[in-house]
């Protein structure tokens, strides 16, 4: 996992650099962090479980995450709408006063506040 840290602290920086860079610009740049996600990647590899255990996605995936992360307070996957809805969110108007922020969309995964 240290190739993983690595490049996701370059983005965070890169992220953060961008941001102080465009300043005054009325430009934002943030970091969104999905946690645990229903997308297709994620149901690809729960395909065989499912097809094994005869539990919807949704089911594998409340089960993949309560095992595998179990820190999460919604103690499920999110889904991809509610990753981008984040995503809507931090591009409005609304979110004007946001920037060189990381975003979680972890579900709690992260128990640290920082």
Sequence with gaps: MIHYGVTKTAQLSLAR???KYVAGSGVTVNSVLPGPT?????????????????????????AFVMTHRPSSVIQRAA???EVANMVVYVCS?????????????????VDDIL
């Design 79 to 81: 889904s991809v709408a």
């Design 17 to 19: 650099g961008l941001a």
């Design 38 to 62: 229903i997308s297709d990647g994620f149901a690809e590899m729960l395909k065989d479980d499912v097809a094994k255990t005869g539990k919807s996605l949704e089911e594998q995936a409340k």
């Design 93 to 109: 108007p609304q979110a004007s006063a946001t920037s060189g922020a990381a975003l979680r969309v972890d579900g709690g995964v």
